[in-house]
């Protein structure tokens, strides 16, 4: 298939159409290299506690020393880490990775039947667990193949004695460490004491190593693990790098991670990509208490923040957050889920900064498209494709369709994903033999190469035979000052066979379903309007944000 590329013409100035995918052979050779040119810089911060670069390089591979020396695992062996953005979770991913192991990043909100799923699924030897999730382990632990447990306390990497009253606050009077009990098991601080006494050994790491098993789908039905690979990661990588890094000051950017580094978004842009600009990750370890984040927010000059709608929302609509100081701020990328507008258009207005979205999923890495940074306004698309990336608009049978129609929007590149774990039939679904990773995403292509995304396909609603897309629905009921958050869904329906549902949280109480739909029908095409509206406190959400529709298509309440 010959593939134009309009987009190569519109590149920021400085972005090179190909990356070079040889400068580093393993997400491993990204650490070294950044060890050695930053060793006493900042690389992550949390809870007060401050880890040089030098002090990753240290730790991990004294993990590593512990992994290979102390359990005995062997090249390729699973090694699952469930925890949210602590110290621990950048030491041991460098420690299992500097290893030649295989990273399974594992939700810690999991309940047990998904946990299970998870560790069977991939056969991880061993787990990292934080001890306010440990009672899940416990419970699921006879069913799997892992072997070993190491687990750790919210305080254990900071210093003496605040780790100590901390890790005694959280389990005593916050009462956040349900009892549990793992015989055998080992704790994190102990593994590095016995790391530092084995010899380390590195491992040869090419790109066809993997890396990571990230999972996915897990709300559509069975979640995969996607293989992302060495080089996968070093290709995403460098394909982040090449756009950002214009504007990037070696050695001196900060940048918030308050979406998990178990996530891909959080995990690629901000663990790998800063980490090769030298910069330091200020991990927000829970970014659902906003009051407590705002605060976070003003006592760090930091130059750039990612996040996804609802968390950039949620900011938006906290006290205090107008009063932080953006001085520094440069770089803000949100992703993860469409970016509305209303919401990005308050965030310019609030910091002085645009919000740019890019695209991606967990089986490209993620980044498949991005905006230009130097963009004046937030522009409704998810950007050009990326250096290296090739982007096709398909019909069901695969023809790529001209600039402007409406298709599956479809992705070949360096940063697509080896296939899923243990799942052939599952990889051969979406991963042709010529490259293309089909997304499930409906979109269309302008003459510039921009691509706008209409929806998911499962997502559409169909209307007495019109298409409505539920993001296009939710943009303007958005921009209504009354409301906080909305979802649009489609539902069964006797005459049009489905009709539209939006489901939304008030901004202000006195809003009514009446106020609602003469905003609708004054922006909105009669077959787009919705029929049904219901008001909610809260949307079900995934746990990096992004709002779960199937959720509500499938507990459906009464509606106005």
Request: hydrophobic letters at 40%; aromatic letters at 8%; glycine letters at 8%.
């Amino acid at each position: 298939m010959s593939i134009q590329r309009p987009w190569l013409a519109n590149y920021p100035s400085g972005v090179p159409a190909e990356i070079d995918l040889q400068e580093f052979s393993s997400v491993v050779a990204v650490l070294e290299s950044a060890c050695e040119r930053f060793r006493q810089r900042p690389a992550f911060s949390n809870m007060g506690k401050v880890l040089s670069y030098d002090d990753v390089d240290r730790l991990s591979r004294q993990f590593a020393a512990f992994l290979t020396g102390d359990l005995g695992l062997k090249r390729g062996d699973r090694v699952a880490l469930m925890m949210p953005n602590v110290l621990q979770y950048p030491v041991a991913i460098f420690g299992v990775l500097r290893a030649g192991l295989t990273v399974v990043n594992t939700n810690p909100m999991y309940t047990p039947r998904e946990l299970k799923h998870q560790l069977s699924d991939s056969g991880a030897a061993a787990i990292v667990v934080l001890d306010n999730f440990a009672a899940t382990v416990a419970e699921v632990l006879q069913d799997s193949a892992c072997k070993h447990v190491i687990t750790t306390g919210l305080g254990d990497m900071l210093s003496f004695p605040k780790s100590l009253v901390t890790n005694l606050v959280v389990k005593y009077v916050k009462k956040l460490v349900p009892a549990y009990q793992i015989p055998g098991q080992i704790r994190f601080n102990d593994a590095l004491a016995r790391g530092a006494k084995q010899t380390f050994r590195r491992a040869e790491l090419t790109h066809d190593d993997i890396a990571f098993l990230q999972y996915t789908g897990g709300t559509t039905g069975v979640a995969k693990g996607a293989m992302l690979t060495h080089g996968n990661l070093v290709a995403n990588m460098q394909q982040a790098s090449t756009w950002i890094g214009r504007n990037a000051k070696l050695g001196e950017e900060i940048i918030i991670t308050a979406l998990p580094l178990y996530h891909i978004f959080a995990l690629t842009a901000n663990g790998l990509v800063f980490m090769k600009f030298g910069g330091l990750n200020y991990l927000i370890t829970n970014p659902r208490d906003m009051a407590g984040f705002v605060k976070e927010l003003g006592q760090v000059p930091f130059t750039a923040i990612t996040g996804v709608n609802t968390l950039f929302n949620g900011l938006l609509n906290t006290p205090g957050f107008d009063q932080v100081d953006f001085s520094h701020l440069h770089l803000t990328l949100g992703g993860g889920m469409a970016v509305q507008r209303a919401v990005a258009e308050r965030w310019k207005k609030v910091t002085g900064v645009t919000l740019i979205e890019a695209y991606g999923l967990t089986e490209t890495s993620p980044a498949a498209c991005m905006n230009p940074l130097d963009l004046p306004e937030y522009n409704g698309a998810i950007g050009l494709p990326i250096s290296s990336t090739e982007v096709s608009i398909q019909d069901d049978d695969g023809n790529q369709l001209p600039i402007g129609e409406r298709g599956e929007l479809c992705v070949r590149g360096p940063q697509v994903m080896k296939g899923y774990w243990n799942r052939p039939e599952e990889t051969a679904k979406v991963l042709t033999g010529e490259g293309w990773l089909h997304t499930g995403d409906i979109a269309r292509m302008d003459e510039k190469g921009y691509v706008y995304i209409v929806d998911r396909k499962k997502d559409m609603i169909l209307v007495s035979g019109f298409n409505v897309y539920p993001n296009e629905v939710e943009d303007v009921v958005a921009t209504h000052p009354g409301v906080l958050e909305v979802a649009a869904i489609g539902i069964p329906d006797e005459k049009s066979g489905e009709a539209v549902k939006i489901v939304v949280v008030k901004k202000d109480p006195a809003l009514t379903a009446d106020d609602l739909r003469a905003y609708c029908k004054a922006n909105l095409t009669g077959y787009k309007q919705p029929r049904f509206i219901e008001f909610r406190d809260t949307l079900p959400k995934s746990n990096v944000g992004k709002i779960l529709r199937r959720e509500l298509r499938d507990t459906p309440k009464t509606a106005a």
